[in-house]
């Protein structure tokens, strides 16, 4: 918990999520608030709870009604989406970069350039060469990067992080955590916003 | 589809369609636009997907959440809710009721009570002398609407409505419809009004 903080969590593979990272920092200046970015993996915990896959692809009519709606809070808020030719896309490297940065300047940037790249331009983010193009697009040292991210340290940082997620009831993305308070989906930001503001 | 309606379709057990059954008459007259209530059961719809029970006992962490989700949101709008002691509680004599009562003057104001029954006086709404009570309660001929609920043909409007909200792609409660669009969940209300609206 991180007092006076919203936590944003969020998953690269999630549909919603871009809803969110879209449109959190504007939301962060009006309101004056401190925004901490948390990515995690959905995968490990979707698989304890007995889903292989996302529950979007796993129930068609739940899936079906989340592509339609999708387009229309997009279309609703002038942001450009393509339904990706590929669901879920592995966001396990990009997850894995994103905790790295997650203190660094280019975090936020790097996070934004990856859910652009998985829901305008239907490119694959688990690919290294993708990921080498977005941060080499940032001015970074994309190969030292790369190779920090597959460090074994890092790689447990991520693990923790999914874990500690776990643990805070997180069960879906985005997820926003304030004084331990989970408010699930794009369409609770506001509440969480409240919540804060409320109690800070 | 009813063309210039908003379709309210909803499950009696449902936690957040007890949000929408609440405010829907006042947000109907302020936008001027007609309501048809549609009650149907999940409990098909769900058993499709594999799920014998609802959801958010199957799945704990969704649970959780859900019934603080719920806390917040009624104590947000002044609505009391308590937690009912059972949990989904069976809908189906108070749909068929319902269905029964849809074109009838007391057909909102029954669902209303039986909502309340549920979510306020946690009551078991599955008993034919609660549904007794609620119909006496509302100077009906109890006795009479309970058995004419009870025929095979008034069963039979309840199995196809059910069928028909399969066929929508409804998999849960609240769901919306505006020609031929759905709207899921308490917080697209507001969504399924404007877009009928405009389309009108």
Known sequence: MSKGILEFWYEFASTYSYLSVMRIEA???EHKIKIAWKPFLLGPIFKEQGW??????????KGRYMWRDMERLCNKRGLVFKKPTVFP???????????????????????????????????EIGDIEKLDVI??????????????SQSKANKDKLKKQTEEAKQLGIFGS???????????GDDRLE????????FN
Request: aromatic fraction near 14%; hydrophobic fraction near 45%.
């Open 27 to 29: 939301l962060a200046v």
């Open 52 to 61: 292989e896959d996302s529950p979007f692809n796993i129930y068609p009519a």
């Open 191 to 198: 509440d969480a916003i409240n919540y804060l503001k409320e």
């Open 89 to 123: 896309r592995n966001g396990l490297l990009s997850a894995r970069i994103a905790i790295l940065g997650r203190n660094e300047s280019w975090g936020t940037a790097f996070t934004k350039k990856v859910f652009e790249f998985n829901f305008v331009e239907d490119a």
């Open 135 to 148: 941060l080499q697009s940032l001015n970074l040292d994309s190969k030292e990067i790369i190779t920090q």
């Open 174 to 184: 985005p997820s926003f955590i304030v004084n331990d308070e989970v408010f699930w």
